[in-house]
């Protein structure tokens, strides 16, 4: 008998055999089993021992304390982290939920090695050199580049990190790996529903968890198209069957979201087909409910009769994907369950539907704004997103993503249709998760925004890995074919030696994911209450306010979490316990439905099962789970046993009204509002917009905590926006600052107390500083370095404001010592340059920065308006030298006017009109040309002055008294106005007529008065 030839393969296992073995052979199992452990055990030892300095304080507080974390929720991953704290009893409680990040992460590995060596067996058995290699040769090249591809995207960024830390970001990453895989399970065999029904399930699951897993639906729906039309057979049936059944589901899902979501809109006696909701939930045009019930309703309907009639498709099976994909949906409703219950993190108080809607929606987010694919930033931002892509895997290895295109272009009919049909599959799903992510989120080109974007497109990087596997299978076969007399060893150990790819992004990424020993986010926490030095602890039941956005809740967790274990649980210190302080963010004090959970936990209205009276707000079967939650969730020790005055939502409105009034005040006074203050009139109402103006209303309400229980509580803020109120009461208290019950002498007045204070703070700042810098990890931990910098340049603002340039100047370079990229740090630094005119020193620390983050528009900006300033300097030299040779030229005089203008110097424009005003002989007309300059900066008070003096000099004119009527009707004065409109017909009766028709005059035309006075003959 004739010995066969090596690379052939005369028998190969049927797709039957194959699925009646399962879907994955043992060897798949163990070479995932392997992948699995060396992750694990690599993001085991490089987890964080602590709270991190992300999201991870308030997220794990949530999850720990069966709690709502920040919008959308994460409903899935906060209950997942609840069940796993009860499973894991020991460790602090960061520690605990990091440590299922560390299973999460592995699993996901694991999964995508089982994912990748079937699918990759599958490819090349329906290659175009099938029958050139046996299959002995295909199922190794198949493991080892599957176990390569896999590894290579464990040590991605965007799993590695977040697979040791505590947050629910590798579950995301994760939720797309599973979903592809059981896809992948389904397009292999779609006679077998179950895979499908399993994909559909997940998929809710997972917008239960990040909503941008939504994106998955166009690959899915293109993956079942494929396998429908792609087939070997030419006129074969198109099977249509998964697609009809996918689509049913999809449309009923958009039918109930919306409908839901009218609904949560619509008031006690509204009708929910009266609201207006967004076409795609969070993004498209606003759009009646009813339109998309008839259209996504109708079409499910008719989908599901003239499809079972046609024999498209099972309608049993279409309801079961509908079911699977609705249940994993309706995960959401664990919020309102666990808001009921009055948890310590309890965003968005979703157990109203006001809250819910709000959290769901991403309500306290700026909205999503499509961008553009013609647009010049949308291609920047892809180059960014691919330059991050290579950087990761390096060009070398991610020039092999390229290959499978390459094949399918060049071998599209050689290859059979199910290796077609998932090649089309990743190909949509690279696209939809890389461009159509990317319009979604329209992401910033700053350094900062680039930061926080990053992880939302770790996917995109998991399917551009399994690319470079499939590239990499690919190219072993055609060496494999090209040149068979290779001996099988060393073609064997060439395949495994790939899993060594594994070090480039394992070396490039390992500064940035590896968390072993980072401590920062406790130190940040623990330092608050603790600080150290020559600070005594914080006082017993103290107040304080939270605000910086890299640890905002860290003293959150520190009180809910950290203070709630038993001693053998706690991180370093067995005693700590502050469970007596009272926290809450000033930057959310303006969020009504954060201020209604706030008053839960802290006013003396809060929930009370011994008070029914305090369950009044709740529908009975809240009032059911919050008598549930007191005892069996530690509801009734959670918080400071003494109650204290938060603002009720009526004091919330008050706060807004006098904002307002005051901004209308400061225009009066002839005060320019800050660029960042919108504030507007909208079909009658008034709309604050911009972070100062919000900020200005959360100072107010900040003020009132303050006043209203000063006398019992010590105040501190860890300040993340500015609130100008508090720089008089401020003093440096370690890493945060101290609120103190009154106003604090100037150092002028009291020089001994703050040159006790300076000593203080430098002492423990230099301290602080010398003993982080001395530590490698802290300058690999980019977010402990921006911390700690903005932190610091916080109390750099105490200096500033108080005029110690030199101590500030201290401060802002201690605060870019720490972090150079600082924003913070760096513009308050070059503001503090320039109000010491020291504007090239300015320039030159924003272009040093600039270099730091070359795509922050807003350093290019500054750097500008320095020199403007600059210029305009030169410019107001000139101006006022005119002026003063020509003091009755009012054309030098608008130009100067212009110029204080531009230097935002406008308390510099009245004195400047004053001095021309009162030489003599000041024309009617140049006067009127002042006031008109007063109104186009809508000031009207200094413009009724103006008219006044005017008139007082030129009693007689016409023009004069005509003007004054319509600033005084326009300002809500109707008596004044309807005098000096009476004057000026007086003067000239044909003023009459043309006050008739003067539209500007509306806010009096119903006055009786005004129109017996224009009517007259």
């Known amino acids: 008998m004739a010995k066969q030839p090596e690379n052939s393969n005369p028998i190969t296992a049927p797709a039957s055999v194959a699925a009646a073995r399962g879907l994955f052979t043992w060897q798949e199992w163990v070479a995932a089993g392997l992948a699995f452990l060396v992750s694990g055990l690599t993001y085991l030892y490089y987890m964080t021992p602590e709270v991190t300095l992300q999201d991870s304080g308030e997220l794990v507080t949530g999850a720990f304390n069966f709690g709502v974390p920040h919008p959308t929720g994460y ?30 992460g592995a699993a996901l590995v694991g999964i995508l090695t089982l994912l990748m060596s079937r699918s990759i067996l599958m490819l090349l058995r329906n290659s175009p050199w099938d029958d050139k290699i046996d299959e002995s040769m295909k199922e190794w090249l198949s493991l080892s580049t599957a176990t390569a591809s896999a ?60 909503q941008t897993i939504v994106v998955m639906a166009l690959p899915l729906v293109v993956g079942a198209v494929a396998v429908g039309l792609v087939s070997d057979r030419k006129g074969e049936r198109p099977q249509l069957a998964g697609l009809c059944e996918l689509t049913f589901a999809l449309l009923v899902s958009w039918v109930v979201v919306v409908t839901a979501n009218a609904w949560l809109l619509a008031g006690p006696t509204e009708s929910l087909f009266q609201q207006e909701v967004k076409l795609l939930f969070l993004a498209g045009p606003k759009t009646a409910p009813l339109p998309v019930m008839l259209l996504a309703g109708g079409g499910a309907i008719a989908l599901l009769l003239f499809g079972t009639q046609a024999g498209w498709l099972s309608w049993k099976r279409a309801l079961w994907c509908a079911a699977m994909l609705l249940l994993g949906i309706s995960f959401y409703i664990y919020m309102p369950i666990a808001s009921a219950t009055n948890p ?15 959290s769901i929606t991403r309500g306290q987010y700026e909205q999503l704004r499509m961008g553009s694919p013609l647009s010049k930033d949308f291609y920047l931002q892809i180059w960014l997103f691919m330059s991050a892509v290579f950087h990761q895997y390096s060009l070398p290895v991610s020039i092999f993503a390229a290959v499978p295109f390459v094949v399918a272009f060049k071998f599209w009919k050689q290859i059979k249709a199910r290796g077609r049909q998932w090649l089309i599959f990743m190909a949509v799903a690279f696209f939809t998760t890389c461009v159509g992510l990317m319009m ?40 494999v074919t090209r040149w068979a007399e290779l001996p099988k060893i060393v073609v064997r150990i060439g395949c495994w030696s790939l899993v060594l790819l594994a070090f480039i992004p394992f070396t490039r990424n390992w500064a940035t994911c590896e968390q072993r020993g980072h401590d920062f986010g406790y130190q940040f926490g623990y330092r608050m209450f603790n600080p150290g030095g020559d600070y005594p602890p914080m006082d017993r039941d103290a107040f304080l306010f939270g605000g910086t956005d890299p640890g905002r809740f860290v003293p959150t967790y520190m009180i809910f979490c950290e203070s709630q274990v038993e001693p053998r649980n706690k991180f370093r210190d067995p005693n700590f316990d502050r469970r007596d302080v009272y926290i809450v963010t000033q930057n959310a004090l303006a969020d009504t439905t954060y201020m209604a959970y706030i008053r839960d936990h802290y006013d003396y209205s809060r929930p009370n099962p011994t008070n029914e009276a305090t369950l009044a707000k709740y529908a009975p079967w809240q009032r059911r789970v919050f008598k549930w939650g007191w005892h069996a969730l530690n509801r009734d020790t959670m918080y400071p046993v003494e109650p204290l005055w938060i603002p009720a939502e009526q004091d919330s409105q008050r706060a807004f009204q006098e904002y307002v009034a005051d901004v209308q005040a400061r225009r009066a006074r002839g005060e320019q509002p800050d660029p960042e203050e919108e504030v507007d ?41 500015v609130i100008p109120w508090m720089y008089p009461y401020l003093e440096p208290y370690g890493i945060i600052m101290k609120i103190n019950k009154d106003m604090l002498p100037t150092p002028q007045e009291n020089p001994l107390l703050w040159s006790q204070m300076i000593e203080r703070d430098k002492k423990y700042w230099n301290q602080l500083v010398a003993e982080f810098t001395a530590r490698p990890e802290f300058w690999r931990d980019n977010d402990a370095r921006k911390t700690f910098s903005k932190l610091r340049s916080a109390i750099g603002g105490i200096y500033s404001f108080r005029k110690l340039h030199n101590e500030a100047e201290y401060a802002f370079r201690q605060s870019l010592q720490l972090c150079p990229d600082s924003p913070e740090a760096n513009f308050r630094f070059a503001q503090l340059l320039i109000e010491t005119g020291k504007p090239e020193e300015a320039v030159r620390t924003l272009e040093e920065y600039q270099k730091l983050d070359p795509f922050n528009a807003k350093i290019g900006m500054a750097v500008q308006q320095i020199r403007n300033i ?8 000139n101006l006022e030298q005119q002026f003063a040779v020509q003091p009755r030229n009012l054309t030098n005089v608008a130009q100067l006017a212009q110029a204080y203008l531009r230097l935002n110097q406008f308390d510099r424009i009245p004195p400047l009109f004053d001095r021309f005003l009162n030489q003599p002989g000041i024309p009617a007309g140049d006067m009127l040309q002042i006031a008109q300059f007063y109104l186009s900066l809508n000031q009207a008070a200094p413009a009724i002055r103006t008219l006044e003096h005017g008139i007082s000099i030129h009693p007689q004119d016409t023009e004069m008294h005509y003007a004054l009527a319509l600033v005084r009707g326009m300002t809500g004065d109707p008596a004044n106005a309807l005098a000096a409109l009476t004057k000026a017909i007086q003067i000239d009766p044909n003023i009459r007529a043309r006050a008739r028709g003067d539209q500007r005059f509306n806010a009096l035309r119903t006055d009786p008065r005004f129109q017996t006075l224009v009517n007259a003959p």
């Not at 409903?75 to 560390?102: D, K, T, Y």
């Not at 965003?347 to 809250?355: L, M, N, Y």
């Not at 972070?691 to 905590?705: A, E, P, T």
Request: glycine share 8%; aromatic share 16%.
């Open 151 to 210: 590894l290579l995207f464990a040590f991605n960024r965007g799993v590695w990190l977040w697979a040791c830390v505590p947050e629910m970001r590798v579950l995301n990453v994760f939720s797309f790996i599973l979903t592809t895989c059981l896809f992948f399970a389904w397009m292999m065999q779609p006679d077998k529903p179950r895979y499908l029904y399993a994909t559909l399930l997940v998929l809710g699951l997972s917008m239960a968890n990040h």
């Open 870 to 877: 600059q210029q305009a300097g030169i410019s107001l030299q």
């Open 681 to 721: 009139i909208v079909g009658g109402r008034v709309q604050v917009r911009g972070v100062k103006g919000v900020m200005n209303i959360n100072g107010i309400l900040c003020k009132w905590i303050h006043d209203r229980n000063k006398q019992k509580h010590s105040f501190y803020i860890e300040e993340s926006y």
């Open 440 to 479: 979604i989120l329209n992401p910033g080109l700053d350094k900062t925004q680039q930061e926080i974007n990053l992880k939302f497109f770790a996917p995109a990087h998991g399917f551009f890995a399994i690319l470079i596997g499939y590239g990499l299978a690919f190219t072993l076969a055609w060496i």
């Open 344 to 358: 310590p993190m309890n965003w968005g108080f979703a157990s109203t539907k006001q809250g819910f809607l709000h």
């Open 75 to 104: 409903p899935f991953w906060a209950f997942l982290g609840w069940i796993w704290c009860q499973i894991v009893p020991f460790g602090n409680p960061a520690w605990r939920v990091g440590l299922m990040s560390v299973v999460t």
